[in-house]
């Protein structure tokens, strides 16, 4: 059968545009170099991507943002704190500089760059590049992975909760440490969520697989009046408890420790929250965390979902690309475009599920329900 016209045009156009002949002839022609430099530099970015990625860890394992916060420094200053030459430390900021991490400064000397400025007080970001070894040892041969020839995997271990038929099995320092990861990573998702849905009008959010309760305790400080509700394995909510008493609100915050695959969930909150909960389960465990939810809310109760998604425009390689591999690696879990989520949502006896605009949709979208 032929194909249809439009299918047979683009086929034509692939093999002209891969032709040796014709690239050489974008890259000289003047209405078409522009392009040509842009898609070739794309190309070396991706190539490349490793390195800079190595060149960011550098940073962090040095702490060089908090060093260059306080103000510009050189190479030859650096250099005994980087434990390198003064030659070699020079070398290594200029690769920094090179990708906009770091940026040169008057006599010799090195500041933060437009990307490293966002570095110094932000905790999270630096655990995920120092957490990110192990993803790099799992994508050593990325087909092994899709194939399924990789019997164990760093990041399966690591998260051995997701996949696990009894994840509190888990011991209380193996708990506390994955724990502290997603803590220390979620603060952006919780202020974008909550900038985007405020809470005012409801009375109760139970924040379910909420870890340490960072979710939480944003909401606590915008709603005074709000009563907080966790759940997560019961080695998590012990420390959630010790945060909670910290910050001086465990009057009103009370924790349940289960598994949300096998045990019921308190009734009683109007407003339950899965804060980047339903992307690290596969499609069965995805849908029990979804019953169970829909169990304890009564009809019209609300449900907030709010992580990455595939097929967000304009954050497609977060999603589809970093996401995908990173939750294959985990051996659970995937990210699902919005037509999933709503499709999952209905089937659980959820309506009126409607996608809320967030500040960083690459980070977090946000989708809310109400139960049927």
Not at 284 to 291: K, P, Q, S
Request: net charge neutral.
């Amino acid at each position: 059968m032929q194909l249809p016209f439009i299918e047979r045009w683009r086929v034509w156009r692939d093999r002209k545009l891969a032709s040796p002949s014709f690239q050489r002839w974008a890259a000289d022609f003047p209405l078409t170099r522009h392009e040509a430099s842009k898609r070739a530099r794309a190309l070396f970015d991706i190539t490349a991507g490793f390195v800079y990625s190595q060149i960011l860890s550098g940073c962090v394992e040095l702490g060089l943002f908090d060093e260059l916060a306080d103000g510009p420094r050189s190479a030859d200053d650096l250099a005994g704190k980087m434990g390198m030459t003064p030659a070699a430390a020079d070398r290594f900021l200029r690769s920094a500089v090179a990708i906009d991490l770091l940026e040169r400064r008057g006599n010799g000397r090195y500041g933060l760059g437009k990307l490293g400025i966002a570095m110094p007080g932000n905790p999270g970001i630096a655990a995920m590049v120092r957490h990110h070894r192990m993803l790099y040892h799992d994508l050593d041969d990325p087909l092994a992975l899709f194939r399924g020839e990789r019997s164990e995997t760093e990041l399966g271990r690591y998260w051995s909760y997701a996949g696990s038929a009894d994840p509190a099995a888990d011991g209380d320092e193996r708990v506390a440490e994955y724990s502290l990861l997603m803590s220390a990573s979620s603060g952006f998702v919780a202020e974008d969520t909550l900038d985007a849905f405020p809470l005012s009008d409801y009375r109760c959010l139970m924040d379910v697989g909420g870890g340490e309760g960072r979710f939480l305790l944003q909401a606590a400080q915008r709603w005074p009046h709000l009563q907080l509700r966790l759940f997560d394995l019961p080695a998590v909510v012990e420390r959630a408890r010790e945060r909670f008493r910290d910050a001086g609100i465990e009057g009103r915050a009370e924790v349940f420790g289960g598994n949300v695959k096998v045990d019921s969930l308190p009734r009683g909150a109007d407003i339950i929250s899965l804060v980047r909960v339903i992307l690290d389960h596969n499609d069965d465990g995805a849908m029990a965390i979804l019953r169970a939810v829909r169990a304890a809310l009564e009809p019209g109760g609300t449900l907030i979902i709010t992580e990455p998604m595939s097929e967000t425009p304009g954050a497609e390689p977060v999603g589809d690309a970093y996401f995908g591999l990173y939750l294959l690696a985990m051996g659970s879990g995937r990210t699902r475009p919005p037509r999933e989520h709503r499709a999952m949502l209905q089937a659980a006896g959820f309506d009126q599920i409607r996608f809320v605009r967030t500040r960083r949709p690459l980070q977090t979208r946000l989708v809310v329900a109400k139960a049927a």
